[in-house]
Structure formats: C-alpha cells, structure tokens
T-cell receptor
C-alpha cells in the first residue's frame, strides 16, 4: 500500500541554521509528492509539490526534489527564520481510477529560536 | 477571497448526540475531502468526494457519514459520536483530485 514516513520531531534550530526534514515514501505507480505546512492554530497550507521523478518543488526558500531511486522527498531550507516555526507534513497522492486519497506522514514540528 | 470554511471551529458535546460539521468552498472545486488529525498519527482521510453525488471512503470512515448534494458543500455527520472521535478535523478541496488541496482552518471536536 501507500505510506509516507518522515523524521520525528521536534526539531529545534537556531535562526539562520540549515534545515533538512527527511521524507520517504512507499507507493505503487507514480505518485505526486507534497509538503504542507501548518502554523499554530491554522489549517494546512501547500508549501511545494513535485509531480514526477527529478522534479524540484520550491517555495519561500524551501526546496524538495522527487527522488524515485531512493523514494525520497526531503525538505530543505538554507537559512531558517523564527517565522518558519510550524509543523511540516510530507504527503503523497496516487492516481488510479477514482482514487483521490492524500496520504500524510505524521508531521515534524520545527521550532526556530532567535 | 478563495477559501474553505468549516463550522463550528470548536464543539464540546456528549456521546450519542448527533452532530454535523459543515464545510463550504467558494472556488467551484470538484474534489472535497475530510481528514482527522491526531497526535502521533498525522492526518488520516475519512471520506472524499470526486463530484456532486459521488463520495467514497478514505482510510478511517467508521462512525462518519458525508453527503455531497451541492458542489460547494460537503458536511461531515457523526450520527452517534463516541469519545474516540475526539479529534481535530479538516475539510479540504481542490479543482480535481490530482490538484493540491486547500484546507479549512479546522474544527476541534471533544466528545465526552
């Protein structure tokens, strides 16, 4: 079946540190991959996406590359800010017939200290 | 402003008392979905709908019902709520099932 595994948090970094949040997936076929971000008290917002192998999604300084050979979609940012403190979810969507199920990882909480 | 609106945002109720959480989107999206978020489990899909009058079960449908009589609305119904349905619920929509989803702000349900 389809599943997403992401590194457990919480992750605590100082401002301007480099961020990596690991995400690996298991899926049949060719899923699309997403990173969502949830700020405190809010719903999820799409951060970036990639729809095929070797695609790189990027937004707000965050990047992730769809690596089919390692079934990974790690999230990176070169210099984090306090405002990046949030919970980050890796997710996949597989398509086939009428399937419309978005599968999420368990989330990684990031805290950035000034 | 494009948005997904859920109501209520917070609800405390008792076991067995039927409740409905409404979800409405103003983007003319075909696809809508309900998730629950629980600590240590992330988000899990309850039900989804590909279009009007088309609904299907997600990963954790037990104890829930949905309907999609109109394109903009996708209510979640708990006929006989139980304490294990205490959770944070999110509604989401997208233009089609293979497009990124827009999420509502969440509904926190406590079933006593």
């Amino acid at each position: 079946g389809n599943s997403v595994t992401q590194m457990e948090g919480p992750v605590t970094l100082s401002e301007e540190a480099f961020l990596t949040i690991n995400c690996t997936y298991t899926a049949t076929g060719y899923p699309s991959l997403f990173w969502y971000v949830q700020y405190p008290g809010e719903g999820l917002q799409l951060l970036l996406k990639a729809t095929k192998a070797d695609d790189k999604g990027s937004n707000k300084g965050f990047e992730a590359t769809y690596r089919k050979e390692t079934t990974s979609f790690h999230l990176e940012k070169g210099s984090v800010q306090v405002s990046d403190s949030a919970v980050y979810f890796c997710a996949l969507m597989n398509y086939g017939g009428s399937q419309g199920n978005l599968i999420f990882g368990k989330g990684t909480k990031l805290s950035v200290k000034p | 402003e494009a948005q997904v609106t859920q109501n209520p945002r917070y609800l405390i109720t008792v076991t067995g008392k039927k409740l409905t959480v409404t979800c409405s989107q103003n983007m003319n999206h075909e696809y809508m979905s309900w998730y629950r978020q629980d600590p240590g489990l992330g988000l899990r899909q309850i039900y989804y709908s590909m279009n009007v009058e088309v609904t299907d079960k997600g990963d954790v449908p037990e104890g829930y019902k949905v309907s999609r009589k109109e394109k903009r609305n996708f209510p979640l119904i708990l006929e006989s709520p139980s304490p294990n349905q205490t959770s944070l619920y999110f509604c989401a929509s997208s233009k089609r099932d293979n497009q990124p989803q827009h999420f509502g702000d969440g509904t926190r349900l406590s079933i006593l």
